[in-house]
């Protein structure tokens, strides 16, 4: 078994290899490049780093000694500029960019940039959008704009908040427009997504009953209604309140030893939402709402919540329809 960071070790003397060419990479060039990984090691560390890592490659026949320099063996060129998607007769460029570009792009996991990719990658707000694409999995090309990740970010931690993954949203740019329409739109049950002013519509015909948001349908309803001796307005429905979290554990923990679930056993989300809106549906609420008080009872260790193994035999349906993402924590069972 290779020890602990040699294989980007390995990675990072094949590259600098690669970038010196035919010229070949001295000892010191080698040295400086692992400088990178290990930015506060000695340079005795360095250099006993890169003389086992260049006993490996000299044996596996990927790297041939050229006097006092280092070059790549053809076939193992090839293949490294296949690996990192560069042409055959492409220039890899200078070790500083190619480390701050190709190198850190391999590092955090992301596909070969191309060149428009790799130019948006180099530069700060590229580097930052990607890393925050990355590590909170967001719905966006591998190197999206600053204003791509920013977007996807918003939509996702909103998403988080309410416990819907608002994949209708997810499209759009989050700004304040936007949000406001999510926000009150779902308040009063409309779940598609609408710009402020077609929102503003909406609420109005419903607010008086209006056929639709049309002002001479609106300012006939009023009349008619005015006429009638009904107030201008329909009174909003009360919305319910939400229940204690003590109360919702105990609803659900009830709900969950009638479906015959013994204490302690882990329960699919879904299945946990299905037999609490069997048995309270108020107490349940919708499964967004759900989500948000399992949430709120983790939170407060009232039970547990835990991710479904990869290697359990779970239908993908029932998978995605339990999912709750909180921040980079994923969930998928509760147990009481």
Known sequence: MSEPGRPADETVVLCRCLVAGEQGATGANLREALKALRPHAGQAALEESRELVLRDLFQAGRVEPDGRRYTLAPSAAAALRRELGLGLTESAGTWTAFRDGRLTARALGLPPPDAQSLRRFSQAPGLRAAIVATAHRLPVAPYPTATEALDAFGWHALSQVLGDPLDDWRGLAFGRGAVVACLLGRDVGITEPLTPAKLLARLAAAAVGAPGPDPRALRATILRRWRAGEPPALAPVPRAPAPKVESFTEALRMALRGDGAPAGTLVLISDAYA??????????????????????????RKLELSRADLA????????RRSEIRDLIATFHYVRL
């Open 275 to 300: 037999a609490l809106a069997r048995r309270d549906p108020t107490a349940a609420g919708d499964l967004p709402t759900f989500k948000r008080r399992l949430l709120a009872a983790a939170r407060e």
């Open 312 to 319: 359990e035999a779970v239908d993908p349906g029932e998978l």
